[in-house]
């Protein structure tokens, strides 16, 4: 047999694996394997109680916003039925304030029409004193005018106390 490259080769191979084995370079590679093994088992480990953590705060958020827009909707529907109701309350005391307004402009209208009649009925009886008391005058027969005046006189008090009253 031939002492050749290969047989060196062979040889240099067994003497390489022998010193890899002395030097326990393949426990240290398995170790360390291992080791980056648990490391990246962990990261997960960690990564997986992230993602639950990041699901519970993104249902508590999702369970909060629900919550605010719940409010939300009872504070508008709060609000819109005060606002209607103030509407109501306003619209009804306007409508009484222009009753009340009506109701005194009508007594006003009325006390003027009652004034005015009144105005007119005492103008009236002033005019017909005085024609009566020309006529009287101007009469010739003085018992006459003085029996006529009296029996004018006594009906004119006794109608301005009737429209008096």
Do not use: W
């Given at each position: 047999m031939a002492i050749d490259a290969t047989f060196w080769v062979a040889i240099s191979f067994f003497i390489?694996?022998?010193?890899?084995?002395?030097?326990?370079?393949?426990?240290?590679?398995?170790?360390?394997?291992?080791?980056k093994i648990n490391e990246i088992q962990k990261e997960l480990e960690e990564a997986e109680k992230l993602k639950e953590e990041a699901k519970n705060l993104f249902s508590d958020y999702e369970n909060k916003i629900d919550k605010s827009k719940k409010e939300t909707k009872e504070i508008i529907n709060t609000a819109k039925k005060e606002s209607e109701k103030a509407i109501i309350e306003k619209?009804?005391?306007?409508?009484?304030?222009?009753?009340?307004?009506?109701?005194?402009?009508?007594?006003?209208?009325?006390?003027?029409?009652?004034?005015?009649?009144?105005?007119?009925?005492?103008?009236?009886?002033?005019?017909?004193?005085?024609?009566?008391?020309?006529?009287?005058?101007?009469?010739?027969?003085?018992?006459?005018?003085?029996?006529?005046?009296?029996?004018?006189?006594?009906?004119?008090?006794?109608?301005?106390?009737?429209?008096?009253?």
């Open positions: 390489f694996c022998g010193v890899l084995v002395y030097l326990k370079i393949p426990q240290k590679i398995n170790n360390s394997l291992t080791d619209t009804k005391k306007f409508h009484q304030i222009i009753e009340e307004r009506k109701k005194s402009t009508e007594q006003k209208i009325v006390q003027l029409k009652e004034n005015a009649l009144n105005d007119i009925k005492n103008i009236s009886i002033k005019i017909s004193i005085e024609a009566v008391e020309n006529l009287i005058k101007n009469s010739i027969d003085k018992n006459k005018l003085e029996n006529l005046y009296n029996k004018s006189l006594e009906q004119a008090k006794i109608a301005l106390k009737q429209t008096k009253a």
